[in-house]
């Protein structure tokens, strides 16, 4: 067999999952690792984001590392320049730069079931783990919708998160397709440019204003000398935050004053009661993602801007029709139609212990153990997994309750020694599962009257977690073994590897090492003390 370079760990993704993994092994005493990324340069989605307008909508010291402060952000909500700024930063300043390795594609990941390691092909050639950590992130694949005839429209086509900055907008007939986060800050920026604007909007969105305002000197002068104010900063927003989701997840009702709230917003900058009407959303609010821009309304009441109240069906030459009919030629059309997030395109590039990809394997809808590990798939886990999105706050939040659990995955390894691999139990897959659809069913994101990337081909919401983060903190600080079976080596006899009972598993072991024999060739079972 030829020999590849092996690795403890190798993490795929170098935006935020994928650096603040770096920086958590690093911390766990893990040197042995590699962070494979696909592009030229670190900084995953605020990389490839490089749009007029991109800014985060979370305000900047809750959207950064808690282990990595910045008391230098610019503006409360900073652009998309300074966050991939300290996403370099972050590579440089906790050594990152050894562990990456740039253009490193991965084309396949295959659980090799006798040596208990993935085999892990890249753009650049093969190498062996034995832990995968997939931050891959959801919006790491632009998503463009199949619509006819776009092939022979002989303009300039291009998406929210490919921008050519080589192409200037300046007097062209621009189209937008789509009124999603991106798109509403794309509109203001863009529009003084353009000659004519005219906005696709299949679903009016709710939009907030957004209180942005650039940090003065000595507030950043004294989260310098004081981080502690900094941590205050945080802790302010992020506590507010918390408060709020008990409106989305339990009680959407208390919502309403929050509507009248985005009502006063369109009225206050569009007098036009036509476009106002077509502006007003009919959903509840917060059923979709909450928008925040204060330059958006005012965008759309200028006189070179139009608003087609219907989403783009067909295009005909350079002409696009909308679904009410509605014709407009264009010379441009920029797509901000979000991303591949319930059908994450990394899935079909998994194959697990059964032969079968993570992507067939999850044919019916996404699903893992909190968030992390997939049934089928050991010693694999994801950042940024299943029901780990935020409608209100930071994702960063989970993403870092996401590396204690692999903190912990890792020390687990470790404890239990040789060579071992984790698999989740199909049973406890499961239950977490239902734990969780159950708590879904009265959230906005399920009962809203809207439908949204949050929901999946079958309409059950396999994206959002229904509840806080401290809640999601609590549940993702240690892995309980109970929940996995311990999958060794099979002990020199060459009949691949044993599952055996995971370490506090009672009665559930047996059954679990059962759902387990099919996906991992099980030569003998131990009991649960001999697993430890
Ligand atoms: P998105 O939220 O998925 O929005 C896609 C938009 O495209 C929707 O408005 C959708 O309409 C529309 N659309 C799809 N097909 C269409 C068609 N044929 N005609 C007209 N419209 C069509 O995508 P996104 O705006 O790129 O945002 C993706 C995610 O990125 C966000 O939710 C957010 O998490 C993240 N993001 C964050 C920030 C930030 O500041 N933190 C900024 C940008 C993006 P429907 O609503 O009817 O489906």
Known sequence: MTQHEHVRVAVIGSGFGGLGAAVRLRREGVTDFVVLERAASVGGTWRDNSYPGCACDVPSHLYSFSFAPNPDWPRTF????????????????????????????????????????????????TLTADVVVSATGPLSDPKVPDIPGLAGFDGKVFHSAQWDHGYDLRGKRVAMIGTGASAIQIVPAIQPQAGRLTLFQRTPPWVMPRMDRAISGAERWLHGKLPFTGAA??????????????????????????????K????????????RNKLTPSYRIGCKRILLSSAYYPALA????DVVASGLEEVRGNTLIASDGTETEVDVIIFGTGFHVTDMPIAERVVGADGITLAEAWKDGMESLRGATAAGFPNWMTIIGPNTGLGNSSMILMIESQLSYLADYMRQLNVLGGRVALNPRVSAVSAWNTRVQERMKRTVWNTGGCTSWYLDANGRNTTIWPGTTSEFRRATRAVDLGEYDVVRAGAGTGAGAVAVGGAAAGAEASAGAEASAGTVPAARRVTDKEAV
């Open 264 to 275: 006063a917003n369109i009225a206050r900058s569009v007098k036009d009661p036509a476009l």
């Open 78 to 125: 900073s652009g998309q320049p300074h966050i991939r700024a300290y996403l370099e930063k972050v590579a440089d300043t906790f050594g990152l730069r050894p562990h990456i390795r740039l253009n490193h594609e991965v084309r396949l990941m295959r659980w090799d079931g006798d040596e208990l390691r993935w085999e892990i092909e890249t753009a650049q050639g």
């Open 302 to 305: 200028q006189p070179n801007v």
């Open 233 to 262: 900063r945080r802790r302010l927003l992020w506590g507010i935050r918390e408060l709020q989701v008990s409106a989305f997840t339990k009680h959407p009702n208390e919502l309403g004053l929050i509507e009248s709230l985005g």
